[in-house]
């Protein structure tokens, strides 16, 4: 956490010297809303469109089903999954740095991404009790010093003024990456993989559960589960992409 503040200093101080530099082009940027993209690469980033799957989120293209081929024959125990953009271009290479490459100052123009499609689609924001991240084990934050979905989270928190609780539920099982996983190795490594903090209570409660990516689904899905054997009322699943 030190090394990642004084990383930050140092970013911040050679700002103040040199001019901002998009992180997908390399082109000073002259609108700072974003800080870390220019307005051509912000929009050069696919993003996730209707009609939507109700189940996993993703773009329809068969408009006679509410369905997507993919879920019509899988079982996920949240309710719900949103995505806001498709996995594919700028956004997997955004994704990878601010996950694995210490570039946590892109958790702001992210979480951005996220809360322009909640506004654009009208999801129902207000109706969550609670918002949680998917946890990481400790050795695993350890490592990367961040968790980086509860930078998503908390963003999303403070933009809506909804309640976050950081430590809400715990990864207790230190799992392998899921990247080279099959569907049925991933459910496998992630079962029983969640510990629901005790002294929270979410008896009927509605929760949205924040990830940067959505693949399988097999971890949202393992995590809704743990929160609806507690009680939970239903579990909205929001990610970056899918």
């Not at 082009?25 to 800080?35: E, F, H």
């Not at 019509?72 to 955004?94: H, P, Q």
């Amino acid at each position: 956490m030190i090394l990642n503040m004084i990383k930050n200093l140092i970013e911040s101080f050679i700002n103040l010297i040199y001019p901002f530099r998009c992180i997908g082009c390399g082109k000073k940027i002259v609108d700072k809303t974003n800080i870390s993209l220019c307005s051509q690469c912000w929009l050069s980033i696919k993003r996730n469109y209707p009609p939507f799957c109700l189940r996993c989120g993703r773009h329809l293209e068969e408009t006679d089903s509410s369905i997507c081929k993919e879920c019509k024959n899988k079982i996920y125990y949240f309710d719900r999954a949103f995505s806001a953009c498709i996995y594919e271009g700028l956004i997997v290479e955004l994704i990878h740095q601010f996950k694995y490459n210490g570039k946590d100052f892109l958790g702001r123009t992210l979480a951005n991404i996220l809360i322009d499609f909640i506004n654009t689609y009208k999801i129902p924001i207000k109706e969550f009790n609670l918002i949680i991240a998917v946890p990481l084990h400790p050795r695993k934050l350890r490592d990367r010093e961040y968790n980086q979905s509860q930078i998503l989270a908390e963003a999303i928190a403070k933009e809506f003024r909804l309640n976050f609780i950081k430590d809400a539920v715990y990864k207790i099982k230190d799992t392998v990456s899921q990247t080279e996983l099959s569907c049925q190795e991933r459910l496998k490594n992630v079962t029983d993989s969640f510990r629901l903090n005790p002294k929270i209570d979410i008896k009927n409660k509605s929760i949205l559960i924040v990830d940067d990516l959505l693949t399988t689904g097999a971890t949202a899905s393992e995590l809704a589960r743990v929160l609806k054997l507690a009680g939970c009322k239903n579990t909205v699943v929001l990610t970056l992409a899918s």
